[in-house]
């Protein structure tokens, strides 16, 4: 078969993931965010000891030995709390994120396709901006209680301005385009123009941004729970992990130490993935 | 012949945009009217608003502009009464449009084909996806897409700029329109690709009988393609008459003037003549005609009252008191 014009391969830019595998450490972060993931998912079948069996004749014990991470204060198994706690921390995340993106992508994208609502919308999420997200979570406990609930509220009612912003400011730039013009004119309707055209198109900035705020959102909430706000004993979660063990500071710090390093891993994995990410989707930066 | 009422009739349109120093007419009192299988082509330049006409016929006129006044007539029906849900009817199944870059007209999200299928779906909620898969496959094939159903998965940026404005008339016309808007739909692209998008666009018309508008500044697509011809100058028509009445014999200074400014073969000119000035902006319009300041056949009237659009020939209207022009250009020489 011979060569025809329109047979020869136009080059292909790489993919966005293929971008993304090339640099180190962002494979690296990818790898241990999905590995987190799947230890919290996997969590019941890789824990060794049941997370909330007490064992009062082996008290903090350290790393090594029958317990590979130790015990806690109440002699329960560390390794085991913390596969425990690692779902209800990223459990916790996930859930506000979804809902935050969910509420605030659709604030935002009302927000740049309907013109006169915009600056309704837009003030009342510099309203919600202007709180805090641990005083969301002071608040949300008071009225509904402490509990990951309030921890889940607090955190998407905190995620919805900051994604709404991003989508109002991506979908901006779209709208601008010729090719929604282009839509307008071949009698498109509203719902089928932004799920076919705006939607995809804003895709990016705001999975960056829902990488980065995964994070934050994580470590918030992880802050909640150590405030007493969050997760309550005997609950297995990483924030609360800290605050128990910091009593026992001095004699076992592993207690309180070892659940802020996974904090601390995972957070610093979704701010590396997240900065990567957006170089790799980054047009412009595509060779 | 058949039906002699025109397709689209425009009358007294009127698109104003709201702006600090006041209400500012892009279009003011334009009358129009475009035969059934025909062209009529509407030249100016840019900023004379004729991009904000045809946006005026499809209702898609950004904010802060309205439509402030006028009608819209096609077949008949008055498209600016129409309900919001009815005009979104109308647009791609009777009016369609092509832009003047295909370059970004598309979206660089989906295949062409996908693109394609959504145009006819918004128009055809039961066709399956099958179905529609052919029918763009067609659509592309009627434009003289080389191998459509392998172009049918491509994304817009493997295609070259001819290819893209290939699709887009593929789209517009997937739902078989009655008039296709063309704003300046071969200027971005390159000299040999234009001729074809061009004859492209003929052998369409002779196919499917629609009507075109043809914006353009190139007087020469004007020439190629133009049954009728409407020149525009800040916002309104100031002559009207077939494309060949029109070059033979120009009544319009201004028209004269952008005649003037194409390079010719069959004549020895130093220099091309150019209009001096350019178009005044909608906010600082001159009193009387609005050409006044930058014709060399002006006269004191001229400064003081519009210019009505009249008939000076047979068919063949302009707006100026000095019409026919031949006399002015004898008592000037």
């Known amino acids: ?287 | 012949m058949g039906d002699e009422s025109p397709l689209l009739k425009i009358e007294g349109l009127r698109t104003v945009f709201r702006t600090s120093v006041g209400e500012i007419a892009a279009v003011d009192g334009v009358d129009l009217a475009v035969p059934r299988g025909r062209t009529l082509g509407i030249v100016g330049e840019s900023g004379c608003g004729k991009s904000m006409l045809s946006l005026s016929v499809m209702r898609l006129v950004p904010p802060p502009g309205r439509i402030a006044s006028g009608r819209v007539l096609l077949e008949g029906r008055d498209l600016l009464t129409l309900a919001p849900a009815e005009m979104r009817d109308v647009r791609g199944s009777r009016v369609a449009m092509i832009f003047q870059e295909p370059m970004t007209s598309l979206n660089p999200v989906h295949p062409v084909g996908r693109q394609i299928t959504e145009a006819m779906r918004a128009h055809d909620k039961r066709a399956s996806a099958r179905e529609l898969r052919d029918r763009a496959i067609e659509a592309l094939r009627r434009v003289r897409i080389p191998a459509p159903e392998r172009r049918f998965d491509d994304y817009p940026h493997q295609l070259s700029g001819g290819m893209r404005q290939r699709v887009m008339i593929a789209m517009a016309l997937a739902c078989r329109p009655a008039l296709l808007i063309a704003d300046e739909p071969t200027t971005a692209l390159d000299v040999t690709v234009q001729a074809q998008i061009l004859d492209l666009l003929r052998e369409l018309q002779a196919e499917t009988g629609m009507s075109i508008v043809l914006i353009t500044h190139d007087l020469g697509v004007v020439a190629e393609m133009a049954d009728e011809v409407a020149v525009m100058y800040a916002g309104k028509v100031v002559e009207r008459a077939a494309a060949v009445e029109i070059f033979a014999s120009p009544q319009h200074p201004y028209t004269l003037g952008l005649l003037g400014s194409i390079p010719r073969l069959d004549e020895d000119r130093e220099r091309l003549l150019a209009i001096e000035g350019a178009v005044p902006p909608p906010f600082a319009l001159p009193k009387g005609c609005r050409f006044h300041p930058r014709c060399p056949f002006a006269i004191e009237t001229c400064t003081r009252a519009q210019p009505m659009l009249e008939e000076v020939a047979p068919g063949h209207l302009a707006a100026c008191i000095r019409a026919p022009v031949e006399q002015a250009v004898e008592l000037v020489a």
């Open chain 1, 1 to 287: 078969m011979s060569a025809t014009a329109a047979e020869i391969a136009v080059p292909q830019r790489p993919s966005a993931l293929r971008l993304l595998l090339r640099e180190p450490a962002a494979a690296a972060s990818l790898a241990l965010v999905m590995l987190a993931a799947l230890a919290a998912v996997f969590a019941p079948l890789l824990a060794p000891h049941d997370p909330f069996e007490t064992n009062l004749v082996a008290i903090m014990q350290p790393p090594g030995g029958e317990y590979l991470l130790g015990t806690d204060g109440q002699g329960r198994d560390m390794l085991s709390r913390m596969l425990f706690g690692l779902r209800i921390t990223l459990g916790m995340g996930a859930l506000s994120l979804v809902f935050g993106t969910a509420v605030g992508v659709a604030v935002g994208f009302a927000a740049a396709y309907y013109r006169r609502l915009d600056g309704l919308l837009m003030r009342l999420m510099d309203i919600l901006l202007s709180f805090p997200a641990i005083l969301f979570g002071l608040a949300i406990a008071a009225i509904f209680g402490p509990g990951i609930t309030a921890v889940v509220i607090a955190l998407s009612v905190a995620t919805v301005p900051l994604m709404a912003r991003i989508a109002r400011s991506s979908a901006l730039v779209v709208l601008g385009q010729d090719y929604i013009e282009a839509a307008r004119a071949q009698g498109m309707g509203d719902a089928r123009l932004i799920r076919r055209h705006l939607a995809p198109n804003c895709l990016s900035p705001i999975l960056v941004f829902a990488t980065l705020r995964f994070g934050q959102v994580i470590l918030l909430g992880s802050a909640l729970s150590f405030l007493g706000l969050g997760a309550q004993p005997p609950m297995a979660e990483l924030g609360a992990m800290a605050s128990q063990g910091r009593t026992f500071l001095f004699f076992a710090p592993h207690i309180s130490v070892l659940p802020c390093l996974v904090i601390f891993v995972v957070v610093l994995a979704c701010n590396v993935l997240g900065d990567a990410l957006r170089d790799a989707l980054d047009p412009r930066l595509r060779i």
